[in-house]
């Protein structure tokens, strides 16, 4: 691939420093695509940006899709040239990864194990990571059970924390 990036492609620069940025986009991608890919078979490697302790501590950059750290998101986020690109959605408006702040949006960019987006949105995705949630995600009968109850009490935006106490 790197020959392609040389040699191929008339778009690419000659400049040493566009021209990795431009590898390090296509690597994100790359590593992106596998990694959601170990997440929705369970099976195989995440590939992270920079090893972790922890497998379940790396979450995507909202912008170039690179495997960060939790903790070390945040200073990956200031050095991001991607976000400087994105900064505005459609419109005008901010987008939601300034909204939300990166650890949030970059858990919104992980695949579902569950059916509803809408109810990993509301419910899953507000819950703490610690125990009890990975006892949730990993307990089909309780995801089906609070998907029931979203279906009950969804629309009521006051009920979500009660779901997610249950």
């Not at 790197?2 to 390090?24: C, D, F, I, V, Y």
Request: aromatic share 6%; proline share 4%; hydrophobic share 25%.
């Amino acid at each position: 691939m790197a020959m392609k990036l040389k040699l191929g492609n008339h778009s690419t620069t000659k400049k040493p420093a566009e021209r990795r940025k431009q590898w390090e986009k296509l690597v994100n991608e790359g590593d992106y695509a596998h990694n959601n890919d170990v997440h929705e078979s369970g099976k195989g490697e995440i590939i992270p940006k920079y090893r972790s302790s922890k497998e379940d501590d790396v979450i995507p950059c909202p912008f170039c899709h690179g495997m960060y750290c939790k903790s070390e998101l945040w200073r990956h986020y200031k050095k991001c040239g991607e976000s400087e690109n994105k900064t505005e959605g459609k419109e005008g408006h901010e987008s939601s990864a300034l909204k939300i702040g990166p650890v949030a949006s970059g858990k919104k960019r992980m695949p579902t194990s569950c059916r509803s987006q809408v109810f990993s949105d509301n419910i899953l995705d507000n819950m703490r990571d610690d125990h009890v949630k990975a006892a949730v995600l990993s307990d089909p009968g309780i995801i089906r059970f609070g998907m029931n109850m979203h279906l009950d009490h969804g629309n009521q935006t006051h009920r979500h924390v009660y779901i997610s106490n249950k």
